[in-house]
């Protein structure tokens, strides 16, 4: 990289897949540099520069549906934000969360809204299953599984139920092209649930 002039600290080379190497520079201007000169050359060997793009493999998705979710059964101490995403799993995205985690109203549910592509595909029930990694108990591992697990292990497992109460459904909005701000999706309101009562199918 003498042909940079890049100063120890500069620049950071790793192996990569699928390009052999990512480099990355610790100063803008260097790797504007670099993708205008395109490749260099020393001692033989061409190294060419094509700026990196975290979506190039990337496959686009559309998540259509807004939901308010209620997590029933959630243990106390398992209140966290890393705790949620990890129950609303690979079915949603978190929006944002209704309940306040450190100093809740009440401890029934946790409330939040989600995204997903498909209201249906959200399971109405998963397993919180808590093991211990050390054996003086000071670390926990958390494990999300739709089914409760099958191997036998120690710890604790918890069921939570999840309760769909509405649907915001924007693949049926109506968009203003000249005020996308407009945009009012037809909600739907679900039949009412129950704490510690699996909900019917619903249609």
Known sequence: MEEF????????????????????????????????????????????????????SAEGTALMFRVKLYFDGVPRHAWMPDVVERLIGRRCALEHLVTNLVHPAETHSIDLWAWTANPSSIPKRVWLTFTKLFKDGSRDSVLVEEEPPKRWQPGVKHPVLVHLEEIHDYMAARIDLSDQTTCQPPRRRLPPWHLGVLDASQS
Do not use: N, T
Request: glycine share 4%; net charge positive.
């Open 5 to 56: 002039r890049l100063r120890a600290g500069e620049v950071v080379v790793s192996r990569h897949h699928p390009e052999a190497f990512l480099i990355k520079f610790l100063h803008q201007h260097h790797c504007i540099e670099a993708l205008q000169k395109e490749y260099a050359k020393r001692r033989g060997i061409e190294v060419h520069f094509i700026k990196w793009r975290s979506l190039k």
